[in-house]
Nanobody, 117 residues
């Protein structure tokens, strides 16, 4: 099993930047993809960005050009650099790990990001 701990959330003004971190521990070698998801009040949890063990990335259209996902070589830590933040980016951001063998994914506890206008 893998444990995920997010950090780096907070309150920022529109146009500002934040960097989220997700530290993974446990059976990290079983992870195939790590990603960031977000959930605003009353809305479903949506994918923001993902990165594979090989380094391939994907982004939601709403964050392309503003957010960048990256990771260290061992997938111990995954980052989400968020620039040009907008009020609509306000949400709880969750880190997620997907596995090679199709097991259910693991989730972190979430970190709040609030962007004021």
């Amino acid at each position: 099993q893998v444990q995920l701990v997010e950090s780096g959330g907070g309150l920022v003004q529109a146009g500002g930047s934040l960097r989220l971190s997700c530290a993974a521990s446990g059976r990290i070698s079983s992870i195939s993809v790590m990603g960031w998801y977000r959930q605003a009040p009353g809305k479903q949890r949506d994918m923001v960005a993902t990165i594979t063990r090989a380094g391939s990335t994907s982004y939601a259209d709403s964050v392309k050009g503003r957010f960048t996902i990256s990771r260290d070589n061992a997938l111990n830590t995954v980052y989400l650099q968020m620039n040009s933040l907008k009020p609509e980016d306000t949400a709880v951001y969750y880190c997620r790990a997907d596995y090679f063998l199709g097991r259910l994914p693991s989730w972190g506890q979430g970190t709040q990001v609030t962007v004021s206008s």
